[in-house]
């Protein structure tokens, strides 16, 4: 079904990283940067272009790693402050039926996830990766204290990619930005939000990990080394 339409990614690689204290995306997990390491995982048969939202500051470097030096055969787009004004930038730039959205900070997404989200995004509009959480989350106040839990049951850890229907996509960011939205959040909640469409969730991978913190560092470098020896000890 996937071959009826025409399907975009957006990597989002326009954020500032405060809280890693430097520029993840320039830092090396195995023999790559974070930045390219990500983006490899959308040149697939059956995305038909790649769109890498960047700030301007970053836009000259992000291009001679990504261009210049890889020949990966994406397109930068200026992003901006908020999160979903960078995909709205980097929506703008697509001509796809179905877009795929995915963190520039998550470099182990797989083709079977990205096939099995863009699946389940053709089926149901909208959809997304995660996993149940195995933890118990609670709700507090600004002063810090307590004011409930989560089901365990019913929460999940939501993960990218996300995929949806252009149209919905496009709404979404259209009315976020009319409303001033400014709260942190993905692009499952805007489309849940603005449009109203239940967003599928499935299965993502325990490794498919966002690296927001110098110990997500050292654990993706070894999520690195471990696939690494997996593949060397493949049979042929």
């Known amino acids: 079904m996937r071959k009826n339409f025409k399907v975009s990614a957006i990597v989002n690689c326009a954020g500032k990283g405060i809280r890693f204290g430097s ?16 983006v490899r995982c959308f040149l697939l048969d059956f995305i038909d272009e790649v769109i890498v939202t960047v700030s301007a ?10 261009i210049d030096d890889a020949g990966l055969d994406v397109r930068l787009v200026i992003g901006a402050e908020e999160r979903h004004l960078s995909a709205m930038n980097g929506l703008n730039a697509t001509s796809g039926d179905f877009i795929v959205v995915h963190d520039g900070v998550r ?3 797989t083709p079977d996830l990205v096939t099995s989200v863009l699946d389940a995004a053709i089926e149901n509009d909208a959809a997304m990766l995660g996993l149940p959480s195995t933890v118990q989350v609670k709700l507090v106040n600004d002063e810090e204290f307590i004011t ?11 993960q990218t990619p996300q995929a949806f229907k252009r149209e919905l996509l496009e709404t979404a ?3 976020a930005i009319a409303d001033k939205y400014s709260l942190v959040s993905d692009d499952a909640d805007l489309v849940a939000e603005y449009c109203g469409t239940s967003v599928k969730i499935i299965f993502g991978n325990v490794d498919n990990i966002k690296i927001t913190t110098p110990q997500d560092l050292e654990l993706a470098r070894l999520i690195d080394v471990e696939r690494t020896n997996t593949s060397s000890r493949a049979p042929y």
Do not use: M
């Open 173 to 175: 960011y259209e009315k």
């Open 57 to 66: 500051e970053n836009h000259d470097i992000y291009r001679r790693i990504l």
């Open 148 to 158: 409930g839990s989560l089901e365990r049951s019913h929460s999940w850890l939501g």
């Open 107 to 109: 470099p182990f997404t």
């Open 23 to 38: 520029n993840k995306l320039l830092v090396d997990v195995g023999n790559l940067t974070v930045l390219e390491k990500t």
